[in-house]
């Protein structure tokens, strides 16, 4: 089989990002494909406090009523279970920053361990409510993840870390990626959304194809730092979600479905 990589533009605290990632893992199951994957940043609320805040506060104020939010946060709940997720939102008292995790993120898949954190910190917030904005808690999610902790803390301190995620969101932002989760394929095409698995079928199924018939060629491994050169031959149709409530810019309307 032909190798196919994967770049993910996701946020921890996306939760159509854990769903998406969940469908395609299916996907891949399915397929028997082993591709390469790259996670990439993308800050859906870049200007937080770096304490964070109260989530309740944040959620009302980006829906507008306590109501709204109840009902939307149902809809991803729903949505989560069907994907074999359990999410416990009510348990979460804190929106954090998430840069610092991104620092992290980044260590981890220099040490080859991006997936296992990633879904380590979904876990951690959307299921288990724990406080992502506390440096302790943080130290200890990375821990279980396999990360050194000395190194983690160390990184969390390094502000060349810093400079190279800054430098990584903006590429990201610059291929005109606008809401998370986002897939690229092979830098050739993209899925949008938390779509289903056989939606991410289609997707590998093409990027194995076309990788297949072009002819062999060695070529580099990315880095997380590194600028995208995407061209974006096709964007595999994305459906809307169809609760009409979420107008909110953490759940862009490209990520949901009618």
């Given at each position: 089989?032909?190798?196919?990589?994967?770049?993910?533009?996701?946020?921890?605290?996306?939760?159509?990002?854990?769903?998406?990632?969940?469908?395609?893992?299916?996907?891949?199951?399915?397929?028997?494909?082993?591709?390469?994957?790259?996670?990439?940043?993308?800050?859906?609320n870049?200007?937080?406090?770096?304490?964070?805040?109260?989530?309740?506060?944040?959620?009302?104020?980006?829906?507008?009523?306590?109501?709204?939010?109840?009902?939307a946060?149902?809809?991803?709940?729903?949505?989560?279970?069907?994907?074999?997720?359990?999410?416990?939102l009510?348990?979460?008292?804190?929106?954090?920053?998430?840069?610092?995790?991104?620092?992290?993120?980044?260590l981890?898949?220099?040490?080859?361990?991006?997936?296992?954190?990633?879904?380590?910190?979904?876990?951690?917030?959307?299921?288990?409510?724990?406080?992502?904005s506390?440096?302790?808690?943080?130290?200890?999610?990375a821990?279980?993840?396999?990360?050194?902790?000395?190194?983690?803390?160390?990184?969390?301190?390094?502000?060349?870390?810093?400079?190279?995620?800054?430098?990584?969101?903006?590429?990201?932002?610059?291929?005109?990626?606008?809401?998370?989760?986002?897939?690229?394929?092979?830098?050739?095409?993209?899925?949008?959304?938390?779509?289903?698995?056989?939606?991410?079928?289609?997707?590998?199924?093409?990027?194995?194809?076309?990788?297949?018939?072009?002819?062999?060629?060695?070529?580099?491994?990315?880095?997380?730092?590194?600028?995208?050169?995407?061209?974006?031959?096709?964007e595999?149709?994305?459906?809307?979600?169809?609760?009409?409530?979420?107008?909110?810019?953490?759940?862009?309307?490209?990520?949901?479905?009618?």
């Amino acid at each position: 089989m032909a190798q196919v990589e994967i770049d993910i533009i996701s946020d921890v605290v996306c939760p159509f990002c854990y769903i998406g990632k969940t469908h395609l893992e299916r996907a891949i199951k399915k397929t028997g494909l082993d591709p390469v994957i790259r996670w990439h940043p993308f800050q859906l609320n870049p200007d937080l406090d770096e304490a964070g805040v109260d989530r309740a506060l944040h959620m009302t104020a980006k829906f507008g009523s306590p109501e709204k939010v109840q009902k939307a946060e149902k809809v991803v709940v729903d949505m989560a279970e069907k994907a074999g997720i359990h999410f416990h939102l009510t348990l979460q008292k804190v929106q954090p920053n998430t840069f610092r995790l991104h620092k992290l993120l980044a260590l981890a898949q220099m040490e080859n361990l991006g997936t296992e954190l990633q879904v380590k910190f979904f876990d951690a917030f959307f299921v288990n409510g724990v406080d992502l904005s506390k440096e302790e808690n943080i130290l200890d999610v990375a821990e279980t993840a396999g990360l050194d902790r000395s190194e983690a803390k160390a990184c969390l301190d390094d502000e060349t870390f810093s400079e190279e995620l800054r430098y990584a969101e903006s590429a990201a932002k610059g291929t005109g990626v606008r809401a998370v989760p986002f897939f690229i394929f092979n830098n050739k095409f993209a899925v949008s959304g938390a779509q289903p698995v056989e939606t991410f079928i289609e997707a590998l199924t093409k990027a194995e194809e076309e990788a297949a018939a072009q002819p062999a060629k060695k070529k580099p491994v990315k880095s997380e730092e590194e600028d995208f050169d995407i061209d974006m031959e096709e964007e595999l149709p994305s459906d809307d979600f169809d609760e009409e409530d979420f107008d909110d810019d953490e759940f862009d309307e490209d990520d949901r479905r009618k």
